[in-house]
């Protein structure tokens, strides 16, 4: 709620506070600078001990966090966030090539990634694109309203028909979300893959996303065997009902 308030308050100038944990100090700074230009307010550490430290405080809303740091390393302060359970979203920079330390950083809990070099510009993209998604998070509420008695709680993963209770995997919950956020449009597999799954590439069997579509419908939809609110485009995609 705060978010909005400050959002209309101050006309298109972006509020929040941004950690940036990263050695190399030009880029550092780089980084810094273009985030300032748009609004954020920004600081600036270089290791990983004093990044875990900051997060710590708890002033921060979204970490920009290297992978390559000394003291300790960018997965290691991901894994050590999350045991510690603190909410806070993390674009994670990687310098490799490698897919592994990319796919390392999302399962430790990042929420987006971007591969060295990068422009500034892109970088205060993808942050305002996470700061977007978060005020979206804490403004709309979890739960949807299907036809035929359905609730769904996205943040509890349940989805509520008559006295029935049934559960949701996370994987479920996240393409339900993403289906719901762009209801505007037909989303492909490939959508779906790169912004759910967050594979860069088209190597995986697009089939994975049909079967939990499947197992999708099979909870929510009145009847899964004419699927009305995950509807199929054909050779194009999925689209969520337009209520
Ligand atoms: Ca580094």
Do not use: C
């Not at 909870?219 to 995950?230: A, G, R, V």
């Amino acid at each position: 709620m705060i978010m909005s308030e400050f959002g209309s308050a101050t006309a298109g100038m972006q509020t929040g506070r941004v950690l940036v944990v990263e050695d190399e100090e030009s880029l550092a700074l780089g980084i810094r600078d273009a985030l300032r230009h748009e609004g954020y307010s920004v600081d600036v550490v270089h290791d990983g001990i004093d990044g875990l430290e900051a997060i710590r405080q708890g002033q921060h809303d979204l970490i920009v966090l290297d992978i390559m740091l000394p003291g300790m390393n960018g997965l290691d302060v991901l894994r050590t966030l999350r045991k510690e359970n603190r909410d806070v979203r993390t674009l994670i920079l990687t310098a490799r090539a490698e897919e592994s330390e990319v796919v390392q950083g999302l399962d430790a809990g990042a929420d987006d990634y971007m591969k060295k070099p990068f422009s500034p510009r892109e970088l205060v993209a993808r942050v305002s694109a996470q700061f977007r998604r978060r005020e979206m998070d804490s403004t709309s509420s979890a739960k949807v309203d299907l036809p035929g008695g359905t609730t769904v709680d996205l943040d509890r993963l349940e989805v509520f028909r008559g006295d029935e209770v049934t559960a949701l995997t996370p994987r479920e919950g996240d393409i339900l979300r993403y289906l719901i956020e762009h209801r505007d449009r037909v989303v492909t597999r490939d959508d779906l893959l790169v912004d759910v799954w967050h594979y860069s590439n088209g190597k995986v069997e697009t089939r994975t996303v049909d079967i939990h579509i499947v197992g999708l419908r099979r909870k929510i939809e009145p009847d899964p065997s004419t699927p009305q609110l995950i509807q199929t485009v054909r050779g194009r995609g999925y689209r969520w009902y337009d209520n």
